[in-house]
């Protein structure tokens, strides 16, 4: 064991997580070295191995955190996220290859197989294709082997591909027809089953023939068609699954953030790295400089500067002491920190937040319902018009009729592949939520993304959105003879007992000037008009102006002054002493840096911005005017803003609101978009469609960028497949044909019905690139 770490007194026990069996470590549990580190065997049942950190199982944690459930990865569908199983496999309603919730670095099955099938099929569809038109080159291949034989030749090599590589094909066009879900399945197994029975025949039963489709007495076949269309159809799958995996690369670079290992502190002093999933709350860390914070918690010792840009999209390093809340994955810069464990495993932010961009990729964008009402009658469509394309050439086309309208039936039903058409939408959200996760944008579902789009008023609250949310004493003035040093004193000594944000400021304040401290007894707080209490034996209040006329006091001659203050964004407060009013202390809440700028971006994109405060409305005013706000509401309750959304819409407006996701929450759930503001406490905060890690209006103006963006690339998406279908299927069907004298190939169309998907996801993935 590392250190000195003493054997477990008496016997500390753990749950196997495979077998389930109790598993009893003593000093003399079997153990074997590895790199140094010891593994614990479960000696039962399936001799797992409880890898790297004796510690844990010594010390008891490990019966601490019960039974470790083997929790499986769990596999879902790009186009329809509905669907999910425990197990690899293919939709059963649009046969697309299911890919994991949660992105990993293992290898893609799917992806491996298809490889493997793709390149066999093209060693295979080369000669093949060699064979069928090496003449047209000239190259009499099949004088030198015999037409007959070169047919037999042809079916040899087709064979394999056709019963074998292309098995997973048909497999998904039965299942489509089974559940009555036609797909682009179902049209490929139809044009490559078409094209390899049609070969059969000619091979084996020319006879069924006319005379006028054969010459030489041989009848033309379809083997290297249906063989090309095979290969084709694997290229367009395999660069359509890898592209799919670049979808995820933001979400594995989230997962990547987080350290494999920690610097677990133990009670005698002793350090060693311990496996991340080992650590548990309570447990003391060491975060050396250059490490990656590996858990959320408090730092207990020690000062030092974080990045915290990769959770927040901030770029300035964040100082941080003791007392101070740490988020796992935030890189230490140069202190070293000894840190407190609090949340860990999937409580912690990192985990939310991979949770919640899962979860986006999962949802369905109401713009999505467009492709689905086309995809639900697109394939009987095609089905239909392939058998009116064959009917329409049989009727009328050149001899041999059948032989073009078999090659334009057999075109149509594989060019006119939907899977274009039902990615355009899902894989731009999956793209886009990704990107917004990097960016400190986390994207809770694809309809808040689109509406964001669409929002054209914005409703902020001005305490730590505008602000810093942090109050700092700015003035105190003597109104009488008593001094500004006294006057902050007994005002300090006030405030004392009030939890009041306001009332720390003025607290700080008083410590920061030095001034004596006093305390005070029968304190009493007025809701809504202030404190007060005796100080040194003398009654003193502190308040607003109500609290003044209560105790009897004219304000009117300070009104003044006070006004002054307010109407430089401060709010003032007066304080009375001995029955006579005293002075007046002015406390301010900071606006933050980015402020002014986000608002001008804000104003540029489009949005009308409204603040909406509990502030009196003279420093709500003052406050507003500084930073350019377009109108403002002062004194609303949180339960009020509700009723603000509800008066904005009744005029058509519509509407983003962001809060803090706690008080605001009725009116966060009731806007067209709900944004909570924090750095990471609400990030999984239910009532919001969009959370901002960093906290500022920086953020809004990063979802916005990336809501216009995604809706414009969905667009794209989907112009480009219905373009691409209204304009291949008629090709396809041989409207060409009386003006060039040309009829599509079976094979082309294949190639054109790949590329059609992977370039979706290739413009898909330009989102990946957005400046935000």
């Given at each position: 064991m590392p250190g000195n770490i003493p054997p477990p007194s008496g016997a500390a026990t753990a749950i196997d997580p495979v077998c389930s069996m109790t598993v009893t470590l003593t000093p003399d549990t079997r153990t074997e070295s590895f790199s140094g580190k010891p593994f614990h065997f479960c000696s039962e049942k399936c001799q797992t191995k409880f890898k790297g950190d004796p510690w844990f199982y010594a010390s008891g944690n490990a019966t601490k955190r019960g039974k470790v459930a083997a929790v499986g990865v769990q596999y879902t569908c790009p186009m329809h996220p509905q669907i999910i199983r425990d197990a690899p496999g293919s939709c059963p309603i649009c046969g697309m290859a299911l890919e994991p919730v949660t992105p990993s670095d293992a290898p893609s099955e799917e992806l491996t197989d298809?490889?493997?099938?793709?390149?066999?099929?093209?060693?295979?569809?080369?000669?093949?294709?060699?064979?069928?038109?090496?003449?047209?080159?000239?190259?009499?291949?099949?004088?030198?082997?015999?037409?007959?034989?070169?047919?037999?030749?042809?079916?040899?090599?087709?064979?394999?591909?056709?019963?074998?590589?292309?098995?997973?094909?048909?497999?998904?066009?039965?299942?489509?027809?089974i559940n009555r879900s036609p797909n682009m399945w179902t049209l490929i197994s139809l044009g490559v089953l078409a094209a390899y029975g049609y070969s059969l025949l000619a091979t084996f039963l020319?006879?069924?023939?006319?005379?006028?489709?054969?010459?030489?007495?041989?009848?033309?076949?379809?083997y290297e068609a249906a063989v090309v269309i095979v290969t084709l159809v694997f290229v367009g799958q395999v660069l359509e699954l890898r592209a799919r995996e670049r979808t995820g690369d933001a979400i594995r670079a989230l997962l990547d953030l987080?350290?494999?290992?920690?610097?677990?502190?133990?009670?005698?002093?002793?350090?060693?790295?311990?496996?991340?999933?080992?650590?548990m709350t309570?447990?003391?860390?060491?975060?050396?400089?250059?490490?990656?914070?590996?858990?959320?918690?408090?730092?207990?010792?020690?000062?030092?500067?974080?990045?915290?840009?990769?959770?927040?999209?901030?770029?300035?390093?964040?100082e941080k002491g003791p007392g101070d809340k740490v988020t796992g994955a935030a890189i230490n810069k140069n202190g070293s920190l000894i840190m407190e464990a609090g949340k860990v495993g999937a409580d912690s932010v990192l985990a939310q937040i991979v949770a919640m961009v899962s979860g986006a990729r999962r949802s369905r964008a109401p713009i999505q319902g467009l492709a689905d009402r086309v995809s639900a009658i697109f394939v009987p469509m095609v089905v239909a018009t392939a058998i009116a394309a064959f009917a329409a050439w049989m009727a009328l086309g050149p001899a041999p009729a059948l032989v073009f309208a078999f090659a334009s039936a057999v075109s149509v039903l594989i060019i006119a592949c939907p899977c274009a058409l039902g990615l355009a939408t899902p894989i731009s959200i999956t793209t886009a939520a990704g990107r917004g996760a990097q960016a400190g944008v986390l994207i809770k579902d694809a309809e808040a993304l689109e509406r964001m789009?669409?929002?054209?008023?914005?409703?902020?609250?001005?305490?730590?959105?505008?602000?810093?949310?942090?109050?700092?004493?700015?003035?105190?003035?003597?109104?009488?003879?008593?001094?500004?040093?006294?006057?902050?004193?007994?005002?300090?000594?006030?405030?004392?007992?009030?939890?009041?944000?306001?009332?720390?400021?003025?607290?700080?304040?008083?410590?920061?000037?030095?001034v004596r401290k006093l305390d005070a007894?029968?304190?009493?707080?007025?809701?809504?008009?202030?404190?007060?209490?005796?100080?040194?034996?003398?009654?003193?209040?502190?308040?607003?102006?109500?609290?003044?006329?209560?105790?009897?006091?004219?304000?009117?001659?300070?009104?003044?002054?006070?006004?002054?203050?307010?109407?430089?964004?401060?709010?003032?407060?007066?304080?009375?002493?001995?029955?006579?009013?005293?002075?007046i202390v002015a406390v301010a809440d900071p606006i933050k840096d980015s402020t002014i700028p986000a608002i001008a971006a804000l104003h540029?994109?489009?949005?009308?911005?409204?603040?909406?405060t509990g502030d009196n409305e003279r420093t709500a005013k003052a406050v507003a005017a500084k930073l350019g706000i377009d109108e403002v509401r002062a004194g609303v309750l949180p339960e009020d803003k509700k009723a603000l959304i509800d008066e904005l819409r009744a005029q058509g407006r519509k509407i983003a609101m962001a809060g803090d996701g706690v008080n605001d929450a009725p009116a966060l759930a009731a806007a067209d978009v709900g944004i909570a503001m924090g750095t990471g406490a609400d990030v999984a905060m239910e009532s919001a469609g969009i959370t901002l890690l960093g906290g500022d209006l920086m953020g809004i103006v990063r979802a916005r960028k990336l809501a216009k963006a995604t809706l414009r690339n969905i667009k794209q998406n989907l112009f480009f497949a219905f373009a691409y279908n209204a304009a291949g299927i008629p090709i396809a069907a041989g409207v060409l044909y009386p003006l060039t004298g040309t009829l599509l190939s079976p094979?082309?169309?294949?190639?054109?019905?790949?590329?059609?998907?992977?370039?979706?996801?290739?413009?898909?993935?330009?989102?990946?690139?957005?400046?935000?």
């Amino acid at each position: 064991m590392p250190g000195n770490i003493p054997p477990p007194s008496g016997a500390a026990t753990a749950i196997d997580p495979v077998c389930s069996m109790t598993v009893t470590l003593t000093p003399d549990t079997r153990t074997e070295s590895f790199s140094g580190k010891p593994f614990h065997f479960c000696s039962e049942k399936c001799q797992t191995k409880f890898k790297g950190d004796p510690w844990f199982y010594a010390s008891g944690n490990a019966t601490k955190r019960g039974k470790v459930a083997a929790v499986g990865v769990q596999y879902t569908c790009p186009m329809h996220p509905q669907i999910i199983r425990d197990a690899p496999g293919s939709c059963p309603i649009c046969g697309m290859a299911l890919e994991p919730v949660t992105p990993s670095d293992a290898p893609s099955e799917e992806l491996t197989d298809f490889t493997r099938r793709m390149c066999i099929s093209t060693a295979v569809a080369v000669p093949l294709v060699v064979l069928t038109m090496g003449p047209l080159i000239g190259l009499p291949i099949r004088d030198w082997v015999g037409h007959q034989n070169a047919m037999y030749l042809e079916f040899l090599l087709a064979t394999p591909i056709i019963l074998w590589a292309a098995l997973p094909f048909f497999k998904r066009g039965w299942d489509s027809i089974i559940n009555r879900s036609p797909n682009m399945w179902t049209l490929i197994s139809l044009g490559v089953l078409a094209a390899y029975g049609y070969s059969l025949l000619a091979t084996f039963l020319p006879g069924v023939f006319p005379e006028q489709y054969r010459m030489g007495g041989m009848v033309g076949t379809y083997y290297e068609a249906a063989v090309v269309i095979v290969t084709l159809v694997f290229v367009g799958q395999v660069l359509e699954l890898r592209a799919r995996e670049r979808t995820g690369d933001a979400i594995r670079a989230l997962l990547d953030l987080a350290p494999k290992t920690a610097r677990r502190i133990l009670p005698d002093g002793t350090e060693y790295d311990a496996p991340l999933e080992n650590i548990m709350t309570g447990d003391q860390l060491r975060v050396r400089p250059g490490d990656a914070v590996p858990v959320d918690g408090v730092v207990v010792s020690g000062s030092s500067s974080l990045d915290e840009s990769m959770l927040t999209g901030e770029s300035m390093p964040v100082e941080k002491g003791p007392g101070d809340k740490v988020t796992g994955a935030a890189i230490n810069k140069n202190g070293s920190l000894i840190m407190e464990a609090g949340k860990v495993g999937a409580d912690s932010v990192l985990a939310q937040i991979v949770a919640m961009v899962s979860g986006a990729r999962r949802s369905r964008a109401p713009i999505q319902g467009l492709a689905d009402r086309v995809s639900a009658i697109f394939v009987p469509m095609v089905v239909a018009t392939a058998i009116a394309a064959f009917a329409a050439w049989m009727a009328l086309g050149p001899a041999p009729a059948l032989v073009f309208a078999f090659a334009s039936a057999v075109s149509v039903l594989i060019i006119a592949c939907p899977c274009a058409l039902g990615l355009a939408t899902p894989i731009s959200i999956t793209t886009a939520a990704g990107r917004g996760a990097q960016a400190g944008v986390l994207i809770k579902d694809a309809e808040a993304l689109e509406r964001m789009a669409g929002v054209d008023t914005l409703i902020v609250d001005k305490t730590g959105t505008l602000t810093l949310g942090k109050p700092t004493l700015t003035d105190t003035l003597a109104l009488g003879a008593t001094t500004e040093a006294d006057i902050l004193a007994f005002a300090a000594a006030l405030e004392r007992g009030s939890e009041h944000p306001l009332a720390e400021a003025i607290v700080d304040g008083a410590a920061a000037k030095a001034v004596r401290k006093l305390d005070a007894t029968e304190f009493e707080a007025v809701t809504g008009k202030g404190v007060k209490g005796l100080v040194e034996g003398r009654k003193a209040a502190l308040g607003n102006a109500a609290m003044m006329q209560e105790l009897g006091l004219d304000t009117a001659g300070a009104e003044v002054k006070a006004d002054a203050l307010r109407a430089s964004g401060k709010t003032a407060m007066f304080i009375a002493i001995d029955g006579a009013l005293a002075g007046i202390v002015a406390v301010a809440d900071p606006i933050k840096d980015s402020t002014i700028p986000a608002i001008a971006a804000l104003h540029a994109l489009g949005l009308r911005v409204i603040m909406a405060t509990g502030d009196n409305e003279r420093t709500a005013k003052a406050v507003a005017a500084k930073l350019g706000i377009d109108e403002v509401r002062a004194g609303v309750l949180p339960e009020d803003k509700k009723a603000l959304i509800d008066e904005l819409r009744a005029q058509g407006r519509k509407i983003a609101m962001a809060g803090d996701g706690v008080n605001d929450a009725p009116a966060l759930a009731a806007a067209d978009v709900g944004i909570a503001m924090g750095t990471g406490a609400d990030v999984a905060m239910e009532s919001a469609g969009i959370t901002l890690l960093g906290g500022d209006l920086m953020g809004i103006v990063r979802a916005r960028k990336l809501a216009k963006a995604t809706l414009r690339n969905i667009k794209q998406n989907l112009f480009f497949a219905f373009a691409y279908n209204a304009a291949g299927i008629p090709i396809a069907a041989g409207v060409l044909y009386p003006l060039t004298g040309t009829l599509l190939s079976p094979m082309i169309a294949a190639a054109a019905m790949s590329l059609s998907s992977v370039s979706v996801i290739t413009n898909a993935l330009r989102l990946r690139r957005v400046v935000l």
